[in-house]
């Protein structure tokens, strides 16, 4: 009887679990449309609600098609991230035609994360820089997070920028670098630690965000030197220490 009586509390508490599990799951309001649709740049946006108010922080990979970590990294985001409130958005491909290729850019078109700065800069680069613009607005986009990776290390070569966070020149964006580099390193460890650098180059997104919008923001730069399983691993982990430190620790 007493056996049947801790059966019973067992199940009810794995049911009392699971609904609860159910019901913030239902929370979150996952929506997809296409950025550019119907032409050869058409990628999907995907929209993670938590229904509380709060900030909305833009998530980017592929912005350049060689940095196959950051469209990897973002394209698992999007299916497993839950933000606590405010909104994410995530584009895991914003470059289609250069992830297709494997290439930064493809050689008919010029470097989509140069691109920003120009308004109304011509072919496929200026129209899907056109399309962020819109997209940063209609989102009313708070944050911009931008997965990226270089070839070497920079704390071995300062020619190159992997494992560093480049930050736009906001007070905001500096604040958020140390306490994500805080985390970061005591997690990957000394020989694979994060550094900071500023300001992003001219024309990429996350500078002209800041110029342009006041949006502050930030660029991850993995190391291609490393295996991909590890660079998608950091770069997501730099992601959920940004979306915890945002969304739940500045409340
Ligand atoms: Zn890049």
């Known amino acids: 009887m007493r056996r049947i009586a801790i059966v019973t509390l067992f199940l009810l508490l794995v049911g009392a679990g699971i609904w609860l599990f159910i019901m913030n799951y ?3 309001e996952r929506h997809v449309y296409q950025l550019n649709p119907g032409t050869p740049l058409a990628t999907p946006v995907t929209c ?3 229904g509380t108010p709060g900030p909305c922080i833009l998530i980017v990979g592929g912005i350049h098609g060689n940095e196959p970590a950051g469209v990897q990294a973002a ?3 999007a299916e497993g991230l839950m933000p606590q409130r405010g909104r994410l958005v995530v584009v895991d491909v914003a470059n289609p035609l250069a992830v297709a290729a494997g290439m930064r850019f493809i050689s008919t078109e010029t470097d989509l994360n140069r691109a920003f700065s120009i308004k ?3 072919g496929n680069t200026g129209k899907q820089a056109q399309a962020f613009w819109s997209l940063l607005e209609k989102e009313r986009i708070d944050w911009v997070i931008d997965l990226h990776e270089a070839g ?3 704390r071995r070569d300062e020619t190159e920028v992997g494992q560093t966070l480049i930050f736009s020149p906001a007070p905001a964006a500096a604040d958020l670098v140390l306490t994500v580099l805080d985390e970061i390193n005591c997690r990957v460890g000394p020989d694979l630690a994060f550094t900071y650098l500023s300001p992003p180059q001219s024309g990429s997104l996350v500078r002209e965000a800041w110029e342009q919008l006041g949006i502050p923001g930030l660029i991850v730069e993995t ?3 490393q295996e991909l399983t590890a660079r998608v691993a950091q770069q ?3 992601v959920k220490i940004i979306v ?3 969304l739940i620790n500045r409340k």
């Open 48 to 50: 993670l609600s938590s």
């Open 152 to 154: 070497g290390f920079f």
């Open 223 to 225: 190391c291609k030197q």
């Open 236 to 238: 997501q982990l730099v």
């Open 244 to 246: 915890d430190e945002i």
């Open 120 to 122: 109304g800069a011509d």
């Open 75 to 77: 394209q698992e985001l």
């Open 26 to 28: 239902n929370h979150i």
